[in-house]
């Protein structure tokens, strides 16, 4: 029974490039959430989505970050043109319920991103 | 104001005690409450959820107190293996919000 997949689980990137980091829910999850979390730093919300939705992405950078959630296949989250702020520990986490009633998060193991 | 605040410790202490870690939140319409524990370089993973009512899960127990929008997580008779950073989590509308988290050392 798997839990959250993140893919890759370690990416480096030099200045520029573009990162695109997965996620597939646990099964009968269709509530995804993507967190990032720098170095000595807490966990900080970046996007909330459903299923072809973006519920509130409040906490995505204004430019170079996407995140979707296609009808088939895994969530994707997107740093274009990379800086090396954006070095970091990006977790996805799903949960079967959401909204007001959104309990227990279940999280992938993160994948780090290092930009050179 | 911070959303969630949290001591970031480290809290050292021996195998055997007893120790309580406090947590405040700014948004008095936050609508649930849990903490999580995060291992270095792991992902996080829910702890307990807590209730106005209090509530207790072997040595750990839970206590919220919304009239100071106060949140607390006491470990009795400590081991080794609760050594980790302890997260305070804030449900507001439909995101959870995460405390930078205290962190918990444990020594023989």
């Known amino acids: 029974n798997a839990g959250v997949m993140q893919n890759p689980r370690h990416l480096v990137r030099r200045r520029g490039q573009e990162a695109r980091l997965r996620c597939s829910p646990m099964?009968?999850?269709?509530?995804v959430y993507w967190y990032r979390q720098l170095p000595e730093e807490g966990l900080k919300f970046m996007v909330y989505?459903?299923?072809?939705?973006?519920?509130?992405e409040s906490g995505m950078p204004k430019e170079r970050f996407s995140a979707e959630f296609p009808k088939e296949g895994p969530s994707i989250l997107r740093i274009q043109q990379v800086v090396r702020g954006d070095s970091a520990a990006y977790f996805c986490?799903?949960?079967?319920?959401?909204?007001?009633?959104?309990?227990?998060?279940?999280f992938g193991e993160g994948s780090r991103l290092t930009v050179l | 104001r911070k959303e969630v605040e949290q001591d970031p410790g480290p809290f050292n202490v021996p195998e055997g005690a007893t120790v309580a870690f406090n947590c405040t939140y700014s948004?008095?319409?936050?609508?649930?409450f849990f903490w999580y524990r995060q291992d270095c370089r792991k992902e996080p993973k829910l702890l307990m959820s807590?209730?106005?009512s209090g509530n207790e899960d072997g040595r750990f127990t839970a206590q919220l107190n919304r009239a100071s929008q106060y949140i607390s997580l006491l470990i009795r008779d400590s081991k080794l293996s609760d050594s980790a950073t302890y997260l305070c989590?804030?449900?507001?509308?439909?995101?959870?919000?995460f405390g930078k988290g205290t962190m918990l050392l444990v020594s023989p």
């Open positions: 099964k009968g999850h269709s509530h």
């Open positions: 948004n008095s319409a936050s609508q649930s």
């Open positions: 989590v804030v449900n507001l509308y439909s995101t959870l919000t």
């Open positions: 986490a799903s949960s079967r319920l959401g909204g007001r009633n959104t309990g227990e998060l279940f």
């Open positions: 989505l459903q299923k072809e939705n973006i519920i509130d």
């Open positions: 807590v209730y106005s």
